[in-house]
């Protein structure tokens, strides 16, 4: 399977029509590979929290007719990062898009655990309440975003979901450049998963990214692994592997807490 991440950078010097239109090309380009995969909030920046609520767009806006369009004339699944999604009631949310090569969105989901503590994306933004996994020919995918990478009972509740492939759009900053790569290799080992987390390049709002956006297989070896600035990191894995790994070391058989209880017999 070919994948394409696109650690795009996200700055000020930039409108968010001119990134919109940047990111469309980018994916275009992408022609050929299986699935692209765009990072977390790229229209405004994750941190770019006073933007949130002026860029925010329902579902089925602006950026969803983009890259609608965008993947089926590339003709490739799109994970399309996550956008500032305003429901029908007002509230925000961090919403991550995914596409099948047709153009139709195949899946939703809204970040789980938002980031900031008392501050930033955790007041401006609601939770997300749904696991979501999408099933593409060669793997099953299960979406997670950013901040979630530090929440391992979401990736094995996504496992138990039946996902393989575990795709994680960041807009993770330089300052903590070491959890993300020891996080998404812990991910990908814990859970037996091929783990494909793409991040920012670039400031805004006064906080540099890390890049270096990741591909791990179930392993924990790192298969891809991009530098600091703008740059497509392409790689090609064999999605059997899952099966592989599961099948040659199957700890997760060895599971003893947090599985579904068998009924108790009646009295
Ligand atoms: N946008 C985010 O979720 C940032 C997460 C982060 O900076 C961290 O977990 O550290």
New binding site residues.
């Given amino acids: 399977m070919r994948a394409s991440l696109l650690q795009m950078r996200v700055d000020g010097s930039e409108s968010v029509e001119r990134r919109r239109a940047r990111a469309s090309a980018l994916v275009r380009e992408q022609a050929g590979a299986d699935l692209v995969v765009l990072p ?1 909030l790229w229209t405004t920046g ?1 941190f770019a929290f006073d933007d949130f609520d002026a860029w925010a767009e329902p579902l089925k806006g602006p950026t969803h007719e983009a890259m609608s369009e965008a993947a089926r004339d590339a003709g490739v699944w799109l994970h399309a990062g996550s956008i500032p999604e305003r429901a029908d009631d007002g509230t925000l949310f961090n919403t991550s898009l995914v596409y099948a090569p047709s153009g139709d969105l195949a899946a939703a989901y809204r970040k789980i655990h938002r ?1 900031g503590f008392d501050k930033g ?1 955790a007041v401006l933004m609601g939770a997300g309440g749904d696991l979501v996994t999408v099933e593409l020919p060669e793997t099953t995918l299960g979406l997670a975003t ?2 979630d ?2 929440f391992p009972e979401l990736f094995r509740g996504l496992v138990d979901a039946g996902a393989q492939t575990l795709v994680v759009p ?4 330089e300052r ?1 450049r070491a ?1 993300w790569t020891l996080l998404a290799r812990a991910r990908a080992v814990e859970n037996q998963c091929f783990v494909l987390a793409c991040g920012t390049a670039g400031t805004h709002a006064g906080v540099p990214q890390a890049g270096h956006s990741i591909v791990v297989d179930p392993w924990g070896e790192v298969l891809a692994e991009a530098g600091a600035e703008e740059e497509v990191l392409a790689v090609e894995f064999d999605p059997a592997r899952v099966a592989a790994t599961r099948e040659q070391f199957p700890a997760l058989k060895d599971r003893l807490l947090g599985l579904p209880k068998p009924p108790r017999p009646a009295a």
């Fill in positions: 977390e994750a980031f994306e950013c901040y990478l530090r960041a807009g993770w900053p903590r959890h």
